[in-house]
């Protein structure tokens, strides 16, 4: 056998383990790879939510999330919209002026909201994140003043919000609770998470 025939016969060995090789490190590298790209849950996550409110009865309230938030929509009552204007001097910023973070421009209005029926806020409370609980029924009750107006309660430190969302003097809560970018899509259909048509 010469020479030449045993570095050709090594020669062909060496492609073909190279290439088998490559294509080794490629597949192991694509599910790699891939792990960077988002997963549909992160996506998600930072999308619009599209939401049906038809169904919801005046003096109730819906959750859905967005961006991990719970989002409340709320369906009030002619006479819990009518009430609003009667907390003012109570409440620590009632026009929504503060600026911890940004308010939309058609939430800066008494009822804080688009349509004055209801109401889209971000369910977290603006003092250490924990969730407040409605307590929509006006009237003393435990834990909340006997001229109580109707709102939340955060249950974690007392910080006390209107039927606004916005929070009552000497409370925990630095601020009102959160409005959401938002729009109408719809009389009964709303988008959290965009206010701008494309």
């Not at 080794?24 to 619009?48: C, D, I, N, Q, Y």
């Not at 349509?115 to 435990?142: N, W």
Request: proline share 9%; glycine share 8%; net charge neutral.
């Amino acid at each position: 056998m010469s020479d030449n025939a045993v570095d050709q016969g090594k020669r062909t060995w060496l492609i073909a383990t190279s290439c088998a090789g490559a294509v080794g490190g490629v597949a192991t590298a694509v599910p790699f790879v891939s792990t960077f790209a988002p997963s549909e849950r992160a996506k998600a996550a930072g999308a619009a939510v599209e939401v049906d409110i038809s169904a919801l009865q005046p003096g109730e309230k819906m959750t859905v999330e967005w961006r991990g938030k719970p989002v409340w929509i709320v369906r009030r009552t002619k006479e819990q919209v009518d009430a609003l204007s009667k907390n003012d001097g109570e409440l620590a910023d009632p026009k929504s002026e503060r600026k911890a973070y940004p308010i939309p421009d058609y939430a800066k209005n008494e009822w804080r909201s688009i349509k004055p029926e209801y109401l889209v806020v971000i369910g977290v409370c603006t003092h250490l994140g924990c969730s407040p609980s409605d307590k929509f029924a006006a009237g003393a009750q435990p834990s909340l003043p006997d001229n109580w107006p109707g709102g939340f309660l955060c249950p974690c430190h007392g910080s006390t919000f209107d039927m606004a969302a916005r929070v009552f003097k000497n409370k925990p809560a630095p601020d009102n609770l959160e409005v959401p970018p938002h729009m109408y899509l719809a009389d009964t259909k709303l988008l959290i998470g965009e206010d701008k048509k494309a």
